[in-house]
């Protein structure tokens, strides 16, 4: 299997641009969750899917982020407009929702805003 | 109070030594327990989960303390691969998403 499959690997943007970054989650895998990392705030969760739905954006910062998963196999989050305190990885991570919650994070995006 | 808490580090140890890294959480609902670990540039992977009898594999045990809300990782015989930043993972009841701690930052040494 391929794992989670995340692009842009690195993207440089202007503020104000809008930004999508792409996720494919493992085959099979029915949760998907889009994390944010940087050194000051750790890992925190932006939202979550179950079966294609979204079940919590609590942790959307703002309306300039949305995130979408038309289908099993993708999702987006879209950032529109960046501005600099948006720079940050952004992991992409799936789940067999059961009882061993095993997150599988793909590579990430290290998203830059100038 | 945050509801995963962890020493952030560094730990800087030699080749060769034990090192313990403990983590505290709020939730006192949470049922299961995981420690992951993250190279530095690259994304977290599971290292192991933490199970109330507490488990090892390898050089490395978990233990789990429930009424104190505590969860350990030891490591044993560090090797200069180990470097790494460990992160306490907690999961309350359901289908509730997973909770990360900061992480620990762990430097082995030659």
């Known amino acids: 299997d391929a794992g989670v499959i995340q692009s842009p690997r690195h993207e440089v943007t202007e503020m104000g641009q809008e930004v999508t970054l792409r996720c494919k989650p493992i085959?099979?895998?029915?949760?998907l969750f889009w994390y944010r990392q940087t050194m000051m705030r750790g890992l925190e969760l932006l939202i979550y899917?179950?079966?294609?739905?979204?079940?919590?954006d609590s942790g959307m910062p703002e309306d300039r982020f949305s995130a979408k998963m038309p289908n099993a196999s993708f999702s987006t989050l879209k950032i529109q407009p960046s501005e600099p305190r948006d720079s940050a990885v952004y992991f992409c991570?799936?789940?067999?929702?059961?009882?061993?919650?095993?997150?599988?994070f793909g590579p990430g995006t290290r998203l830059t805003v100038l | 109070r945050k509801e995963v808490e962890q020493d952030p580090g560094p730990f800087n140890v030699p080749e060769g030594a034990t090192v313990a890294f403990n983590c505290t959480y709020s939730?006192?609902?949470?049922?299961?327990f995981f420690w992951y670990r993250q190279d530095c540039r690259k994304e977290p992977k599971l290292l192991m989960s933490?199970?109330?009898s507490g488990n090892e594999d390898g050089r490395f045990t978990a233990q789990l303390n429930r009424a104190s809300q505590y969860i350990s990782l030891l490591i044993r015989d560090s090797k200069l691969s180990d470097s790494a930043t460990y992160l306490c993972?907690?999961?309350?009841?359901?289908?509730?998403?997973?909770?990360f701690g900061k992480g620990t930052r762990l430097s082995v040494i030659a």
């Open positions: 991570a799936s789940t067999l929702s059961g009882r061993e919650r095993t997150q599988y």
């Open positions: 993972v907690v999961n309350a009841v359901g289908n509730t998403p997973l909770v």
């Open positions: 933490v199970y109330s």
């Open positions: 939730n006192s609902a949470s049922q299961s």
């Open positions: 899917f179950n079966n294609n739905v979204p079940i919590d």
């Open positions: 085959s099979g895998h029915n949760s």
